[in-house]
């Protein structure tokens, strides 16, 4: 097995996108899809009910522009991972898309370089930051960006216990962008097997 996967990586790659399916697949039965229905409606967000028991906030946004369109966020998102010339052409037609996050579900928030980040995929993360994408400590971690991570840490230590989309932690980051320096230094300060 290659250096970049060890089976423990595979695996939790392999058990993080099974459970990410079982929100889709629940929404999926509540809509009553079926594997033999063709004309089932393919399962989509649904916003979680809620109510304030609270006061309410004393201001009320107004609201400028349109938002951006749900599937266009998740289609950036979705092509962030591994295809750049599909980021080019959907960056040129809608800049804002630069800043969009997408929530997978219970508030799994992942950008366009959130998504590239955690793949090791260089090529997009450095396309994207070039573009104004706003970097956090798990693109820093990715891209081998030690001082960044230090002065982060430094800052705040409990860091090195957050978690990334999809729950995905910064050795992990640091492990898929072949970041020895950072994936060395998060060792250092806590262990992960």
């Not at 060890?6 to 695996?11: A, D, Q, T």
């Not at 955690?118 to 970097?135: F, S």
Request: charged share 20%; net charge positive.
């Amino acid at each position: 097995m290659s250096d970049q996967f060890s089976r423990r990586s595979i695996m939790t790659m392999g058990a993080g996108l099974a459970l990410s399916a079982v929100p889709v697949l629940a929404s999926a039965k509540q809509q009553g899809a079926t594997q033999t229905d063709p004309n089932a409606k393919p399962p989509s967000p649904v916003e979680a009910p809620f109510t304030r028991d609270y006061e309410a906030p004393g201001f009320n946004p107004k609201w400028k522009k349109m938002q951006l369109n749900r599937v266009m966020v998740q289609d950036f998102v979705i092509f962030a991972h591994m295809d750049l010339d599909k980021v080019k052409m959907m960056l040129a037609k809608e800049p804002r898309l630069i800043a969009a996050h997408m929530d997978w579900g219970g508030g799994d928030w992942e950008s366009g370089l959130g998504g590239a980040s955690h793949m090791g995929n260089k090529d997009i993360v450095n396309y994207l930051l070039e573009k104004g994408a706003r970097m956090d400590i798990f693109c820093a971690a990715s891209m081998n960006q030690i001082e960044v991570v230090k002065s982060m840490l430094k800052l705040q230590p409990n860091l090195i216990d957050s978690y990334g989309p999809h729950g995905m932690t910064l050795h992990f980051h640091a492990k898929m962008g072949k970041a020895t320096e950072v994936y060395d230094y998060l060792q250092s300060i806590k262990k992960i097997d």
